[in-house]
């Protein structure tokens, strides 16, 4: 097994007891929780606590960064989480694509019985107070700006929710908890954290660069060869290693340094960089049927 430095990852318990009571103490303010996971690793950027913590609240799941996702494998994570009652929506908050379906969609499903008493009592008028949550860089932020039009604060990577609690008013009568609470992913399972690594979701320290641009380019090979063909032009087989396609990648890009040596580290930076920022194609890294 390689050496994953967990320390990198920057949470601790003592964080992560701060950061569980300022959402529970939160939770009591709104009427729903938006949870958003990222859309190519919606297994590896959930957290794993948050089941638990917002049990008493309904709750809607978005698959954020559904541009740089697989769409089927998307479809199929939507499936399979309204097979387990969890009502999810695809979005992408860069480019605003889905989220106009967040209100209809959160008072259709999980909001419809306080809708509905709501009405029966004569408080239709009460605000939709809502929370967002996530793990640091899945776009909380971006959702935040979305929603709400007009760039605000950028959200700070530290644990727990601030303070000082604002309001953003939203269309039809909906107001969003402004600081979104910020949870820690799933590191405790070191495949989820190179998962979570190659995305760019918690820092390449983990590993050394070359080590996690090899391992995904192992998971190219195997899951979108086509990937690999298309964007570096390059021919493996099932001989090939990490480090071959990491040679390859460097070779064809005439990444060479002195002596004729193909220099990986640049490769590997080529190679992760690509990878997220939508290059190399809709790629999605864990299927539900690998639950
Ligand atoms: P956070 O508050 O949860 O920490 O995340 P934030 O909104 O800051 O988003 C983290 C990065 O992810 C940002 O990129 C943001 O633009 C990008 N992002 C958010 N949603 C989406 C999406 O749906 N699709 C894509 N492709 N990207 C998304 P950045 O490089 O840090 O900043 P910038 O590119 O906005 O300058």
New binding site residues.
Partial sequence: MDNIDMKAIQWFPGHMAKTRRAITANLRLVDAVAE?IDARTPMSSRNPEIDSMTASKPRIVLL?????ADSNATSAWINYLKKDNVTALA?????G?GINKLLPTLKATVLKELMEKREKNGMSGAPIRLMIL????????????RLAGGKRA??E?RPGVTRTKQWVKLKDNTELLDM?G?LWPKFEDQSAAVRLAFTGAISDDILDIETLAMKLLVFLSESYPQALVERYKIEFNDADDGLSLLEKVGKKRGMVISGGEINTERAAITVLDEFR??KLGRITLELPEEI
């Fill in positions: 958003l954020n960064k559904c541009d740089l979005v992408d908050c860069k480019s694509k996530g793990i640091p860089n899945v776009g909380k932020s971006s959702l935040i700006n950028k959200v990577d979104p910020v920022s939508g």
